[in-house]
Protein backbone atom coordinates (compact mmCIF):
# COMPACT_ATOMS: atom_id res chain seq x y z
CA UNK A 1 0.00 0.00 0.00
CA UNK A 2 1.43 3.27 -0.82
CA UNK A 3 0.50 6.37 1.05
CA UNK A 4 0.72 8.76 -1.75
CA UNK A 5 -1.66 6.99 -3.91
CA UNK A 6 -4.02 6.94 -0.85
CA UNK A 7 -3.65 10.08 -0.85
CA UNK A 8 -4.29 11.43 -4.16
CA UNK A 9 -7.30 9.31 -4.49
CA UNK A 10 -9.07 10.25 -1.71
CA UNK A 11 -8.12 13.92 -2.41
CA UNK A 12 -9.66 13.22 -5.45
CA UNK A 13 -13.02 11.06 -4.30
CA UNK A 14 -13.22 14.02 -1.52
CA UNK A 15 -13.24 16.96 -4.12
CA UNK A 16 -15.63 14.75 -6.62
CA UNK A 17 -17.76 14.39 -3.56
CA UNK A 18 -17.90 18.20 -2.55
CA UNK A 19 -18.48 19.81 -5.72
CA UNK A 20 -21.88 16.87 -6.16
CA UNK A 21 -22.62 18.13 -2.58
CA UNK A 22 -22.69 21.42 -4.04
CA UNK A 23 -24.50 20.70 -7.55
CA UNK A 24 -27.15 19.06 -5.25
CA UNK A 25 -27.46 21.78 -3.30
CA UNK A 26 -27.40 24.73 -6.04
CA UNK A 27 -30.15 22.25 -7.67
CA UNK A 28 -32.69 22.71 -4.43
CA UNK A 29 -31.34 26.04 -3.31
CA UNK A 30 -31.09 28.06 -6.70
CA UNK A 31 -34.51 29.88 -7.84
CA UNK A 32 -35.38 29.38 -11.46
CA UNK A 33 -34.28 27.02 -14.17
CA UNK A 34 -31.39 29.19 -15.51
CA UNK A 35 -29.41 28.81 -12.11
CA UNK A 36 -30.19 25.12 -11.41
CA UNK A 37 -29.19 23.78 -14.35
CA UNK A 38 -25.58 26.12 -14.77
CA UNK A 39 -24.80 24.38 -11.33
CA UNK A 40 -25.73 21.10 -12.63
CA UNK A 41 -23.94 21.50 -15.89
CA UNK A 42 -20.59 22.88 -14.42
CA UNK A 43 -20.39 21.21 -11.03
CA UNK A 44 -21.94 18.10 -11.53
CA UNK A 45 -19.69 17.01 -14.42
CA UNK A 46 -16.48 18.17 -12.74
CA UNK A 47 -17.54 16.06 -9.49
CA UNK A 48 -18.25 13.17 -11.07
CA UNK A 49 -15.05 12.88 -13.03
CA UNK A 50 -12.92 13.57 -9.94
CA UNK A 51 -14.54 10.66 -8.45
CA UNK A 52 -14.00 7.99 -11.19
CA UNK A 53 -10.63 9.48 -11.39
CA UNK A 54 -10.46 9.29 -7.71
CA UNK A 55 -11.64 5.47 -7.97
CA UNK A 56 -9.25 5.00 -10.82
CA UNK A 57 -6.26 6.08 -8.63
CA UNK A 58 -7.42 3.66 -5.95
CA UNK A 59 -7.54 0.82 -8.01
CA UNK A 60 -4.30 1.32 -8.35
CA UNK A 61 -4.93 1.63 -12.88
CA UNK A 62 -6.11 -1.64 -12.56
CA UNK A 63 -8.25 -3.84 -14.58
CA UNK A 64 -11.22 -2.07 -13.78
CA UNK A 65 -9.65 1.28 -14.79
CA UNK A 66 -10.55 1.34 -18.20
CA UNK A 67 -14.57 1.25 -17.84
CA UNK A 68 -14.10 3.78 -15.33
CA UNK A 69 -12.03 6.18 -18.30
CA UNK A 70 -14.60 5.44 -20.77
CA UNK A 71 -17.56 6.76 -18.10
CA UNK A 72 -15.81 9.40 -17.15
CA UNK A 73 -15.39 10.15 -20.69
CA UNK A 74 -19.38 9.55 -21.51
CA UNK A 75 -20.19 11.81 -18.62
CA UNK A 76 -17.88 14.83 -20.33
CA UNK A 77 -19.62 14.40 -23.08
CA UNK A 78 -23.05 13.65 -21.93
CA UNK A 79 -24.06 15.48 -19.25
CA UNK A 80 -22.96 19.14 -20.81
CA UNK A 81 -24.98 18.07 -23.87
CA UNK A 82 -28.10 17.14 -21.94
CA UNK A 83 -28.21 20.46 -19.98
CA UNK A 84 -27.74 22.06 -23.66
CA UNK A 85 -30.49 20.17 -24.61
CA UNK A 86 -32.92 21.11 -21.41
CA UNK A 87 -31.90 24.69 -21.78
CA UNK A 88 -32.99 24.81 -25.79
CA UNK A 89 -36.48 23.32 -24.95
CA UNK A 90 -36.81 26.00 -22.88
CA UNK A 91 -35.67 28.55 -25.03
CA UNK A 92 -38.16 27.57 -27.37
CA UNK A 93 -41.18 26.65 -25.16
CA UNK A 94 -40.76 29.10 -22.55
CA UNK A 95 -44.01 28.30 -20.88
CA UNK A 96 -42.51 25.34 -19.38
CA UNK A 97 -40.75 27.06 -16.96
CA UNK A 98 -43.63 28.80 -15.03
CA UNK A 99 -45.29 25.68 -14.26
CA UNK A 100 -46.04 25.26 -11.00
CA UNK A 101 -43.79 23.76 -8.43
CA UNK A 102 -45.80 22.49 -5.71
CA UNK A 103 -44.33 24.80 -3.19
CA UNK A 104 -46.95 26.52 -0.47
CA UNK A 105 -48.57 28.98 -1.80
CA UNK A 106 -51.25 29.15 1.09
CA UNK A 107 -53.83 27.33 -0.86
CA UNK A 108 -53.40 23.76 0.79
CA UNK A 109 -52.14 22.66 -1.66
CA UNK A 110 -54.37 23.39 -4.73
CA UNK A 111 -53.71 25.24 -7.83
CA UNK A 112 -56.84 26.05 -8.94
CA UNK A 113 -57.77 23.53 -10.84
CA UNK A 114 -60.51 20.45 -10.03
CA UNK A 115 -58.82 17.64 -8.16
CA UNK A 116 -60.00 14.15 -7.44
CA UNK A 117 -62.58 15.12 -4.50
CA UNK A 118 -64.35 17.83 -6.62
CA UNK A 119 -68.28 16.83 -7.29
CA UNK A 120 -67.62 17.38 -10.96
CA UNK A 121 -71.34 16.72 -12.43
CA UNK A 122 -73.09 17.18 -9.40
CA UNK A 123 -75.32 19.32 -8.58
Given at each position: ?43 ET ?78
Amino acid sequence: MDPVIDTVAVVLLVAGTAFLAISALGLVRFPDFWTRAHAVAKAETLGLVLVFLGLIVLNRFGAGSLQLALIAGFSLLVNPTAIHALARSAVRRPEILHVHSGGDDGDGGRDGRAGDDSAEGST
